[in-house]
């Protein structure tokens, strides 16, 4: 399968030398999208901006005064993205899935609100929303990092919605709980609470299960850790109920993507992980955020599957550094999904934080990307050296399972500071210009590693 730049004029790339989308087959990969003015290219303030006023916009000078920014930004991203999908010969309800960042999460009622009027029977695609510190486009207050598919009806080739007697989707939120691609699944993130009774999951009390490995220790450690554990486990118990009933298993996750409010918990979700998936992990991802859907879910966890043969993880390889139990890819048929990686030199036994903390070459490289700027901190130049430290990474990881940088479709960049991406985004440019893939960009809570900057995951070919 061959991968496409997606070009179009009607659709602004939101990221300087990075495409629009990049297409394989009958799925494209989508940059991130933040909601902005067709001609000046900043974050629309509101409505005057936008030209319009759209649904769910209130008409009300004090509730529009809460809510005007977001409706316009997050109208202008779905705007944009039914015009991508139409040039390609798709249609918005083709979304397959995507990430929703916000800056408050106190717009989550005005999201359900704006995606009921955009989507046939008021249900959107699936997604996982989470609140971040920053986003990468100054007065941006929401940001989507999307995933569609474009119908092929001669060939049998369509969308395909999946629901659940588990997991009961509907009193939780107004979108589908994944959606069929051929061969792939996309499963909207899944918490820890039975939202058709009501009932949160925060420790013995509410799981009532024999089966869960429940922590062991003093009793103020245990108790700590119940509340994440208890979620930890009902959610992968619930992703393996729903798998089964759609004739697949966990054997065939590629990544899953974990939403954590507390990252010193990591530890204990990486323990029920394993009571789960055993000595065999997917790819993975771990991000901080500052808050999920409610205030009481302390973990999100949405995931991947490949539906017809067997999966090939990456093989261990001692120059990247695995920072937990998740192999470092897996690749499932066309596509090859990789974890999040940071630059730790495992040669070294510590962070990278500068270019000397790289190889002679590798430093070279860095050294002439960012070539001209001006660095403010010493954390800029230490981003610079991550990013450069995961391209190598990447590159050995993608190279064990038969494809090459440039065959990246999509790259995610989770850093702590959004004033790391410019030193990010030339380190990127220098190794991926010629043929760079689709990318999304986002500031978030914290990181698995203590002085990590940054942590990029990909998709490739």
């Keep these: 399968m ?40 900043f974050a629309l303030s509101g409505y005057r901006e936008l030209g319009r006023q759209p649904v769910p916009a209130l008409g009300l000078l ?9 409706v316009a930004q997050a109208a202008r991203i779905y705007e ?51 609140q971040v510190p920053a986003l990468l486009h100054p007065g941006s207050v929401v940001y989507f ?49 039975h939202p058709e009774n009501g009932l949160i999951i925060y420790g013995a009390d509410e799981l009532k299960d024999t089966d869960w490995p429940r922590p062991a220790a003093a009793l103020a450690a245990r108790l700590q850790l119940e509340p994440i554990s208890a979620q930890t486990y009902t959610i992968y118990k619930l992703i393996r109920a729903m798998l089964e009933e759609q004739g697949t298993s966990l054997a065939q996750i590629m990544r899953v993507n974990i939403y954590l409010r507390n990252m010193t918990e990591l530890a204990e979700v990486e323990r029920i992980g394993a009571h789960f998936f ?34 090939n993880a990456a093989p261990a390889d001692a120059r990247v550094a695995a920072w937990g139990r998740h192999v470092n890819a897996v690749r499932g048929g066309d596509f090859v999904f990789v974890s999040g990686l940071m630059g730790y030199g495992t040669a070294t036994g510590h962070m990278v934080k500068a270019a000397s903390d790289l190889g002679p070459a590798a430093a070279q490289r860095m050294t002439k990307a960012i070539a001209g700027l001006d660095a403010h901190t010493r ?83």
């Excluded at 230490?382 to 399972?401: F, R």
């Design 80 to 130: 944009d993205l039914e015009t991508l999908l139409n040039e390609q010969g798709a249609k918005k309800n083709d979304l397959l899935f995507y990430s929703i960042y916000k800056r408050e999460m106190r717009n989550f009622p005005v999201l359900a609100r704006t995606r009921a009027a955009l989507f046939e029977g008021g249900i959107a695609p699936p997604s996982t929303a989470s």
């Design 379 to 461: 954390e800029q130049l230490a981003a610079a050296a991550q990013t450069q430290s995961i391209l190598d990474q990447l590159e050995i990881v993608l190279n064990s399972l038969d494809s090459n940088l440039r065959s990246l479709l999509k790259i995610t960049v989770y850093m702590r500071s959004v004033a790391d991406f410019t030193f990010v985004r030339r380190v990127l440019l220098a190794s991926l210009g010629d043929d760079p893939p689709a990318i999304t960009a986002v500031a978030v809570h914290d990181l698995p590693l203590r002085d990590a900057r940054v942590q990029i995951e990909a998709v490739a070919v």
């Design 2 to 41: 061959k991968k496409s730049i997606v070009a179009t004029s009607a659709v602004a790339a939101p990221v300087p030398g990075f495409p629009v989308a990049t297409r394989a087959g009958h799925l494209l990969f989508i940059s991130g999208r933040a909601g902005l003015a067709h001609d000046s290219g």
């Design 278 to 311: 055993g000595e065999r992990a997917p790819a993975g991802t771990v991000i901080g955020v500052e808050s999920l859907a409610r205030r009481d879910f302390y973990i999100e966890i949405e995931g991947i599957t490949y539906d017809r043969g067997a999966l």
């Design 145 to 193: 990092d999307p995933v569609a598919m474009v119908p092929d009806p001669a060939r049998g080739i369509a969308k395909q919605v999946l629901t659940s007697k588990h997991v009961v989707q509907g009193p939780l939120s107004n979108y589908e709980l994944a959606t069929r691609a051929g061969d792939y699944t996309f499963y909207a993130g899944v918490v820890g609470a």
């Design 62 to 70: 004090a509730p529009d005064s809460w809510e005007e920014t977001f």
